[in-house]
T-cell receptor
Framework: AQSVSQHNHHVILSEAASLELGCNYS??????LFWYVQYPGQHLQLLLKYFSGDPLVKGIKGFEAEFIKSKFSFNLRKPSVQWSDTAEYFC????????????FGSGTRLSIRP | DTAVSQTPKYLVTQMGNDKSIKCEQN?????MYWYKQDSKKFLKIMFSYNNKELIINETVPNRFSPKSPDKAHLNLHINSLELGDSAVYFC?????????????FGSGTRLTVV
């Protein structure tokens, strides 16, 4: 079965530190990849997405992610985090089949110390 | 205008009751979804409708019954509520069942069963 793994459950950083959150998926077919962010008490918002072309994708708020097909990975990065980046981050995969659906990873909680 | 709106935002009810959650989208999308987010923030798809037709039905107890009166609305009715149904339920929409562009989520309904 298709799955998405986020190995970091909780990451704690100081402001201005660099961020990298890991994401791996298991599916051999065509995929679209996403990172969503959920700020405390809010709904999910799309940070960035990949569906073809340049494997380095830039999103909102200075985030970027790199799709490495050989490693089935789609890691999220930000060179310098801010306190306002404190949130839950979800990696997700849209699996193409007769009825495609987005499968989410278990999420990574990011806490930024001011 | 809110793109995907859910009502109510909070719902507290006793075990054994029947309750409904409503969802409406004004994006002109053809496909709508229900996701359940448990206490550990894990998101799991429950149902998907494309143009009023059920296309995804994950292994959800049949106490949960989705209804789509038109493609802009997808409601969720839950019979005989149980403690384990306590969660945040998110509605989402996309421009088609094979959308490359990800989903737009509503703000969620926090259901607490006591």
């Amino acid at each position: 079965a298709q799955s998405v793994s986020q190995h970091n459950h909780h990451v704690i950083l100081s402001e201005a530190a660099s961020l990298e959150l890991g994401c791996n998926y298991s599916y051999g077919g065509t995929v679209n990849l996403f990172w969503y962010v959920q700020y405390p008490g809010q709904h999910l918002q799309l940070l960035l997405k990949y569906f073809s072309g340049d494997p380095l994708v830039k999103g909102i708020k200075g985030f970027e992610a790199e799709f490495i097909k050989s490693k089935f990975s789609f890691n999220l990065r930000k060179p310098s985090v801010q306190w306002s980046d404190t949130a839950e981050y979800f990696c997700a995969v849209n699996v193409y089949s007769s009825a495609s659906k987005i499968i989410f990873g278990s999420g990574t909680r990011l806490s930024i110390r001011p | 205008d809110t793109a995907v709106s859910q009502t109510p935002k909070y719902l507290v009810t006793q075990m054994g009751n029947d309750k409904s959650i409503k969802c409406e989208q004004n994006l002109g999308h053809d496909t709508m979804y229900w996701y359940k987010q448990d206490s550990k923030k894990f998101l799991k798809i429950m149902f998907s409708y494309n143009n009023k037709e059920l296309i995804i039905n994950e292994t959800v107890p049949n106490r949960f019954s989705p209804k789509s009166p038109d493609k802009a609305h997808l409601n969720l009715h839950i019979n005989s509520l149980e403690l384990g149904d306590s969660a945040v339920y998110f509605c989402a929409s996309s421009d088609g069942p094979r959308s490359q562009y990800g989903y737009t989520f509503g703000s969620g309904t926090r259901l607490t069963v006591v």
